[in-house]
């Protein structure tokens, strides 16, 4: 195998979008795509990340096969004994689908997966502003909430995986309230479509926030307007 003819595949796949690239073997991005996650579910997605590597090798002129090394983030726990997922509310069967099986099945052996933010993480690590750290913590926050840890110059995933699902961390619902309220949980707060639907509440665009194209579904900021000052005064939210 040669600089020339090596190449890897790399998709990141999230609640709203699927981001995909095909890398050279120095690690230079050849071909990249952004698209909505298909909502039909798990099997569905699969295909999605399926024929997105298509779509990169049509782009470069070559064929899949030469993706030597195939890799995908997954917005849940990855099992490291298993490579089974689960704790991901926001793609439909994900936790009873074995993406890992279906991935090798289409591209060979040299698949793997983990969690988004733990390969996050990583990245920041050794090319980011983690890069000359020991220990370090990656916070994602977009259609839900996660941690990478990095401990001892190590990724740190638990036992099971699960070592910065912070998703259902309790929270409450009002930090501002004199009064103790029923906790929620730090994704249902903190999450883009917990916001975006705390803010059509306290009087936001009328217009849908999330739309479909084709069956899937994406976030479209230019339909959301600012809030007025009066508005930010009156929002429980964004008292201080």
């Known amino acids: 195998?040669?600089?020339e003819t090596a190449y890897c595949f790399a998709a990141d796949l999230g609640g709203t979008k699927l981001a995909a690239a095909i890398a050279d073997a120095r690690g230079g991005i050849v071909a990249e795509l952004t698209e909505p996650t298909d909502r039909r579910g798990a099997a569905y997605v699969a295909e999605q990340i399926a024929a997105c590597a298509d779509k990169l090798a049509q782009t470069v002129g070559i064929e899949v096969t030469r993706a030597r090394h195939v890799m995908v983030g997954i917005p849940g726990a990855i099992d490291p004994r298993t490579g089974r997922v689960s704790l991901t509310p926001n793609i439909a069967g994900l936790e009873d689908f074995d993406v890992l099986g279906f991935l090798r099945d289409r591209f060979g052996p040299d698949v793997g997966i983990e969690n988004d933010v733990n390969l996050a993480m990583l990245g920041e690590h050794a090319l980011g502003c983690a890069s000359h750290c020991r220990n370090a913590a990656f916070l994602a926050l977009g259609t839900g909430a996660g941690l990478g840890l990095l401990i001892d110059d190590k990724l740190f995933r638990g036992a099971r995986g699960s070592a910065g699902e912070i998703a259902d961390l309790p929270i409450g619902r009002d930090p501002t309230s004199q009064i103790p309220s029923a906790s929620g949980?730090?994704?249902?707060?903190?999450?883009?479509?917990?916001?975006?639907?705390?803010?059509?509440?306290?009087g936001g665009a009328a217009a849908a926030t999330v739309i479909s194209r084709d069956g899937c579904h994406c976030l479209e900021p230019r339909l959301v307007r600012p809030m007025s000052l009066l508005e930010r005064r009156n929002c429980p939210s964004l008292r201080k």
């Open 1 to 3: 195998m040669t600089r």
């Open 185 to 202: 949980t730090f994704e249902l707060e903190v999450g883009s479509l917990a916001i975006v639907d705390r803010y059509r509440r306290q």
